[in-house]
Each structure stands twice: as structure tokens, then as C-alpha cells.
């Protein structure tokens, strides 16, 4: 399993959110207000709306800031519905100790939410 894993659960339709694109970025701080971001795994949800392999099994990321960049409007324009954002980004903080994190996101075409799950 990837140390960073994520899964998209499209709550409108109460099932998972399938064929998204999933990019994972690296942040290096130039300063004390701006990040700038590396892509450094990538993939496009499964019928489950998990990604089966964003970083290798082996990758271990040192401590830092990483964005999950999820590609909805792409999505939301296949099943036909209309939707207020295009793309959806969350940035989150790790530890560098090897932990698992998982980062879920619940969709539906005007809102999202997230979590740090298990």
C-alpha cells in the first residue's frame, strides 16, 4: 500500500466516485507564505474510487506539506451533472515517521468535505 492513499465517495449518488484523476504534489516552502508544488504520483480512481497505487509500496516521504488535486469537473461532466468546482484540493501536513495516511473525499456536485482516515 502507498503511504499516502486516498478514496472519492460520491455522496449524490451515495456510491464511490469512479475515473476521477488523482495527482499527489510535494510542497518546497520558498518562503514564509507561498508553496511551491511537486508532482510526485498520480493515478485516476478504480470502481471503488480508491487509486490502487499513487506512490510506490516503498516510498517513505519525509516530513512536509503534500496536496491531493482531484480532477471533478472532468467527472462530473461524464455522469452529466452540473458542478461548482472544478477541481478540488487538499493540502495536509505529514510527519515523516512512515505513518499511513489516508485522506478520503466525500463529493457531491456544490460541496466537499474531508478527513484524515485510517
Not at 495527482?23 to 487509486?51: A, F, H, K, M, P
Not at 480532477?71 to 452529466?80: A, H, L, Q, V
Request: glycine share 10%.
Amino acid at each position: 500500500m502507498s503511504q499516502i492513499t486516498t478514496h472519492i465517495l460520491d455522496t449524490a449518488q451515495g456510491k464511490p466516485a469512479s475515473g476521477v484523476k488523482v495527482e499527489l504534489y510535494q510542497g518546497s516552502v520558498s518562503d514564509e507564505t507561498e508553496n511551491l508544488w511537486l508532482l510526485i504520483g498520480d493515478g485516476v480512481t478504480d470502481s471503488d474510487g480508491r487509486v490502487a497505487k499513487l506512490l510506490s509500496q516503498n516510498a517513505a516521504l519525509p516530513a512536509g506539506r503534500y496536496k491531493l488535486r482531484f480532477d471533478t469537473m472532468t467527472y462530473f461532466n461524464r455522469i452529466k451533472r452540473s458542478s461548482f468546482y472544478p477541481f478540488v484540493e487538499i493540502v495536509f501536513q505529514i510527519e515523516g515517521d512512515g505513518q499511513h495516511y489516508h485522506v478520503p473525499l466525500l463529493l457531491n456536485p456544490f460541496g466537499y468535505s474531508t478527513y484524515r482516515g485510517s
